[in-house]
């Protein structure tokens, strides 16, 4: 029987702007951060309700599908069971 993993990102837009000096900075990291949520949308990620500033984002893994389980520890999503048990420690 395959454990189900969750997987975590929380995520700040806030620091998008921060020192673009023209529009087509600010085209270029739009453009950047358009792909990274393409992506994400690929892999079936979800958004959790968020009033805190941040954007949580999620994403329930069959722990054997080990492809998708890197596709998303590369957008920069973390196991979430992992992050517990460092909290026990």
Known sequence: ???IKKLVKEHRTKWLYDDCKSLDDMLKR?????????EAQDLNVKVSESKDGWCHLYCDVNSSNTGKIEDLIELGFRDLEEDLEDQDE
């Open 1 to 3: 029987m395959a454990l």
């Open 30 to 38: 739009l453009e950047g951060e358009i792909i990274s949520i393409e």
